[in-house]
């Protein structure tokens, strides 16, 4: 199961936290809030991460 970890604005700066938590080992999943088949390069995504790995990403986060 994955847990969401929090919301950003558009595609570019979710774009960026997948890459930030994929060079730290940790499985990501960026899903689209809304719509997929109207979604742009604007519309909000959801950063998601394992159940078992939220203490990992927090970490990291904590670490920023």
């Known amino acids: 199961m994955w847990t969401e ?3 950003v604005k558009n595609k570019y700066v979710a ?3 997948w890459e930030l938590f994929n060079a730290e080992g940790l499985a990501t999943r960026v899903v689209v809030v809304g719509d997929r088949k109207t979604a742009g390069d604007l519309t909000p995504r959801k ?3 394992p ?3 939220t203490h990992v ?3 990291i ?3 920023i």
């Open 5 to 7: 970890l929090f919301e």
């Open 15 to 17: 774009e960026i936290w």
């Open 47 to 49: 950063i998601y991460v």
């Open 51 to 53: 159940d078992s790995k």
């Open 57 to 59: 990403a927090n970490e």
């Open 61 to 63: 986060l904590r670490k």
